[in-house]
Structures are given as structure tokens and as C-alpha cells.
């Protein structure tokens, strides 16, 4: 029987193995299509491949390098699961500790592929959780049917029941892998076509160039917000549960409702108009006092203003709801969307065309306004109509439905909670006013006098501002505060308000021990 128990505990790890790389991918399908553990693990692999070898192996095996790089990930996990499966048998908790390490491996190679993104962290720890919980319930079944000596193992009793009991759940469990299995290929599939046509898209070139960066805009402060935020780093916010995914040549964009005539573009049509280059900071609404939930970056995309022009809209409209592929709205003043703040239809984020999360293949980008009344991902209709008549997404839920960014800093370092070195400690961060600029970034300490921070050049005053401070400090606890003043020459609200309805308000203010 030994024999025999031995091959149906590797059979158990492979089952185990197999139904928890399934439930990864398909987590992975749901919440970041392009960066699975498979595809990552694969990843990594090909960068870490010598050059030599890699020619090699595209000499030997063609186009079919893919398939036989995944048919050997595929391979090397099921002999792992093998093994996780007969020292599991062995000794409880061996095999375990094998899939956890086969799950570090996944995660790390998750979270350092170009494309991650933080929710893509999660599949491979469904992917190690699923696996060591299949793997305990099936070995401890096959123990039931044939006991090892291990005497912490429970003593079935070996027969038929036993058998029927350890038979039954592989079944169920090779069942439920082929089936997440297959929802996840239908799931990927679509995200996998459209990021297709996104790697093979170029962009035209901006006819109208971006400000320049001014010299001095970015300060050499360890820590700091980078004054452009990279794709990968930029923050995600929306309802969408799975990341549409639109391939370009089936997208249109229409014009309805109070206009002289309805309009529609293609993606085609759209990518011959005269583009414009733009460095534009976008901000939630969700966006705590000292929050995470801001980005800039140079978006390219041809200005709303001109669509909205050949439609036409009529005396009366206020207001643009505008609608996403997955049935998401946002209101905007039809006013911010024609004047010369250059209100983009944006194909472009960072040099590249939109990356799938960030509203591929066409988005909105409206300077000055929260995303949640604005800011429109995977944008497919845009209704004149009036705030009197239609109501967007969150404007229903309890959020107002105009929403004008409100001035803002952050304090980036030193972080709440550190403890920095008695003597000059330097304070850097970025402060924000979109549409209106920033004149001016205080820091107090113990709310003591406000002193000036040095305020770095904007790129325009749509953009964030960095600016930073030295400050000497003796040994202590400290509480510091930062405040900013736009270029109206109003300093932003002391008084704190929470995110809904229309954004939080408030000084960032962090705590730090001087040792
Ligand atoms: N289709 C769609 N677009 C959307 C949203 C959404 O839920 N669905 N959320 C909005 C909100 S609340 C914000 S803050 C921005 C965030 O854009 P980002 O994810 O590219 O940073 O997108 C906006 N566009
Ligand atoms: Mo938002």
C-alpha cells in the first residue's frame, strides 16, 4: 500500500497545486488581467535568462517560445506539487512550508514586474492559501484511508469509506480547477486582446507641446513625490470590478442630448486630430488629508472642447454626464469642459497609450476637477444635458455633484511616526491648488509661528508643487503641520472636514521624535 499511498499523495499535490494556480489566475483575472502569477513568474523568468540562452531557445523553438516557457512553468509547479504532496504525507506542515515558498516566489515576482499593480498581490496569495488548504484536507484524507506512522496524524480507518472520502474530494477539487480554469481563459481573454492593440499602438505626436518642466521643479529631497508620477505608481480608483478591456477598433465615442447634431468618433478619427500634451495632477475626491490618492502625469489627447464644438451644444446645457463602457457617469460643468483649460479626451499617460486600468483606450482629463466628476475611464458617450435633469454615479450615493479640487499639501518626509537625528531636519512634500496654482507652503512646529518652506516652480497651475524646508530640531516629540496658500492668495481650509460629500480639508500633520 506504501507504494501506492506515496504516488496518490503526489496526485493529491498535484491536485492541490493545480486548483490553487486556478483560483490565482482567476483572482488575478478579476482584479489585474495582465499581471498573473503564471505570466509573472514567466516574466521573470525570460529577464532573468542570459541573453545566449535566450536566442537559443527562440532559435529552437520559434514563435513557440511562449508556449513552451509556460508549458515549463506549468511542469516544474506540477513536480513541486508533487513533492508538496509526499512530504506533506510524510510529515504535516513539510508540504505546506513548500507551497508557501512557491507562493513568496510568486508574489515577489508579481510585485516587481513592470506592469504590477498593488491588487495584483493578492493572486498568488490566493494562489499559496488555496493550495495549502486543498493539500492538508486531501493528505489528511489519504492518511485516513492509508495511515502513515506519524502519530499526530489522525488514525482512520483504512477500507472502502476511507477510499470513497479521499477519491470524492480529488474529484471535486480537479473539477473546481478545470472550472476556474476555464472562466478565468474567457476572463483573460478580452484584456489579453485589447492589451494586444495596445502594444502594437502608436501614439501621434503632440501637435500642441506640453509647458516646458522648469528648471527647479523637481527638488533633490530624499523621499519626495516625484514631480511626474510613474504609470506603475499612479493610484487606481474605480467601481469596475474587472478592468474593461476595449479593443480601439470597435470603440466609438458619441455626442447626445441637448446639441444641434449628434456626433461620433472612432478611435481612428480621433487619433488624426491635432493632440495636445498636457501635465495635468488628477486627485480623488477619496483622497484623505495627507493621502496617497493624487497623480501627475503628461496625458496627450485632443481637447473635449473641440468635439463638444461639432456637436454643438445648446443655450440652456450646464452639464456633460459622461458615461463609461461599464455604465460608470460623471458630471461635469459643460463650462470647464469648453474653456481654455484644455479638457482632454486623453489617449496618452507618461509617453504611452493609456495602460487598460487607467481608461484604455480613450479617458477624460479635466484640470481642476476631483476624478469622481470628471475624470471618465474607458469613456463611451458624452450626454449635453443640464445638473437639473441627470445625476452621475456618485452624486447619487450620497457625493455632490460638482467637484472643485480643494488647496492641499503633504508632508512626504520625514513619515509620521519616524524618529530623525537632532540637528537640521529636512521636510519635503508637494502641495496642490489645480487651476488656481500655489503662491506660497508654510510648515509649523508644535503649532508654533508658521515658517515659508522654499516652494519649488510648477510646471503650470494645474500641476502639484514640491517645495521643502530644514528645520532645527533638538532631541523631542514634535507635531508638524503644513499648510498651503493658492495664488488668490487663499491659504487652504484649518478646518477638518471628511471626503464626502466634496473633499477633505484640514492640515496634513505628522508626528516625529528627534533623538
Ligand atoms: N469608468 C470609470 N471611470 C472613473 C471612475 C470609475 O469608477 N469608473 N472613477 C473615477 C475616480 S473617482 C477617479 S479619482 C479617477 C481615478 O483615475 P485613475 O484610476 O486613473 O487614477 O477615475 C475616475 N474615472
Ligand atoms: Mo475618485
Known sequence: MSRRAGSWAAGAGVVAGAAGIAAGELTAGLLSPLVSPVTALGGAVIDAVPPGVKDFVIQLFGTADKIVLVASIVLVAAVLAAVAGVLERRRKGLGLALAGLAGIAGLTAVLTRAQSTPQAGFAPIVAAVVTMVLLRTLVRRLVEWAPTEDPKEPAGEPGPLARRSFLNAMAVTSIAAAVAGVV??????AAAVASGFRDSLTLPSAVTAPQPVPAGASLAVDGISPLVTPNQDFYRIDTALTVPAIDPPSWKLKVTGMVEREVEIDFATLLTKPM???????????NEVGGELIGNALWLGWPVRELLAMAGPQPGADMVLSTSNDGWTASTPLEALTDDRDALLAVGMNGEPLPLEHGFPVR?????LYGFVSATKWLTELKVTRFADDTAYWSTRGWSDHGPIKTQSRIDV???GRTAKAGTVRFGGVA?????GISRVELRVNRGAWQQATLAAGISNDTWYQWQLGIDLAQGDY????RATDVTGEPQSENRAPVAPDGA??????????A
Open 432 to 436: 496642490w491648488a489645480q487651476h488656481r
Open 479 to 482: 507635531e508638524v503641520q503644513v
Open 364 to 368: 477624460m482629463i479635466v484640470p481642476g
Open 414 to 416: 520625514p513619515r509620521s
Open 276 to 286: 495636445t500634451a498636457r501635465h495635468i495632477t488628477i486627485a480623488c475626491v477619496s
Open 505 to 514: 480639508t484640514g492640515y496634513h500633520t505628522i508626528n516625529l521624535k528627534v
Open 184 to 189: 478565468t481563459v474567457v476572463l483573460t481573454r
